[in-house]
T-cell receptor, first 116, second 110 residues
C-alpha cells in the first residue's frame, strides 16, 4: 500500500517568505508527527496530532511555525517569515496508535527546505 | 519518556557482526524499545522492536537483559548498504513525545 508522502520534495525560498509543507499519512493512521532534521543532527520533534485531540505543539520552535491537520488526514506545516536557520529537512511520520505497545512510525521522504 | 544514550559513531567492515548498545536507565514498565534506521536523504524506517529477552527478524536481532536498562541491536554480517544512522527509542504507546536523539552513525568499510 501507499506510504507516507510529502510535498514538495525540495523547496527553496527567500528569507521572509512563507512556506507550506504538505504531508499525506498512511490511510487509517490516527497519529501524525512532524520533525525537523538539520544537517548531521538528529530528529527534532515539532508537533504531534492524535485523532481529534488537540495537537501537542510543545516542540514548535517559535510562533512562526504552525500546523494543521484537516479531516484527520492530510497535514500542512506552515512557516511564516522564514529565516535562514529554518533550513533543514522536514519529516512527517504517521502511526497506528496501539495501547499495548509503542507506535511504529512510518516516515515520509521529507521536504528539504533551503532559505536563502 | 525514557532518555536513551548510544554511541555517536561506529566503524565496521563487511561481513562482520555489529552490536550497537543503547542505555535507557529510567525505562518505564510499559515502555517498549524500538530501533530505527536512517539512510542519507531518507526518513527513518522501523527495524525492530522488543520488550524483553530477545527478538529476531530478517534484518536484525534485539537483545534486552532482564533489568531492561539497556538493549543491543545486532546486525549480522554487515554490508556496505548497512551504512546508516541507527536510532534507539524507549517509549510506550499513546500520548508520548518521541525523542530520537542523534543516533549512532555506522560506517561499514570494504
Amino acid at each position: 500500500g501507499a506510504g507516507v508522502s510529502q510535498s514538495p520534495s525540495n523547496k527553496v525560498t527567500e528569507k521572509g517568505k512563507d512556506v507550506e509543507l504538505r504531508c499525506d499519512p498512511i490511510s487509517g493512521h490516527t497519529a501524525l508527527y512532524w520533525y525537523r532534521q538539520s544537517l548531521g543532527q538528529g530528529l527534532e520533534f515539532l508537533i504531534y496530532f492524535q485523532g481529534n485531540s488537540a495537537p501537542d505543539k510543545s516542540g514548535l520552535p517559535s510562533d512562526r511555525f504552525s500546523a494543521e491537520r484537516t479531516g484527520g488526514s492530510v497535514s500542512t506545516l506552515t512557516i511564516q517569515r522564514t529565516q535562514q536557520e529554518d533550513s533543514a529537512v522536514y519529516l512527517c511520520a504517521s502511526s497506528l496508535v496501539r495501547t499495548v505497545d509503542t507506535d511504529t512510525q512510518y516516515f515520509g521522504p521529507g521536504t528539504r527546505l533551503t532559505v536563502l | 519518556l525514557a532518555k536513551t544514550t548510544q554511541p555517536i559513531s561506529m566503524d565496521s567492515y563487511e561481513g562482520q557482526e555489529v552490536n550497537i548498545t543503547c542505555s535507557h536507565n529510567n525505562i518505564a514498565t510499559n515502555d517498549y524499545i524500538t530501533w530505527y534506521q536512517q539512510f542519507p536523504s531518507q526518513g527513518p524506517r522501523f527495524i525492530i522492536q522488543g520488550y524483553k529477552t530477545k527478538v529476531t527478524n530478517e534484518v536484525a536481532s534485539l537483545f534486552i537483559p532482564a533489568d531492561r536498562k539497556s538493549s543491543t541491536l545486532s546486525l549480522p554480517r554487515v554490508s556496505l548498504s548497512d551504512t546508516a544512522v541507527y536510532y534507539c527509542l524507549a517509549a510506550s504507546g499513546g500520548s508520548y513525545i518521541p525523542t530520537f536523539g542523534r543516533g549512532t552513525s555506522l560506517i561499514v568499510h570494504p
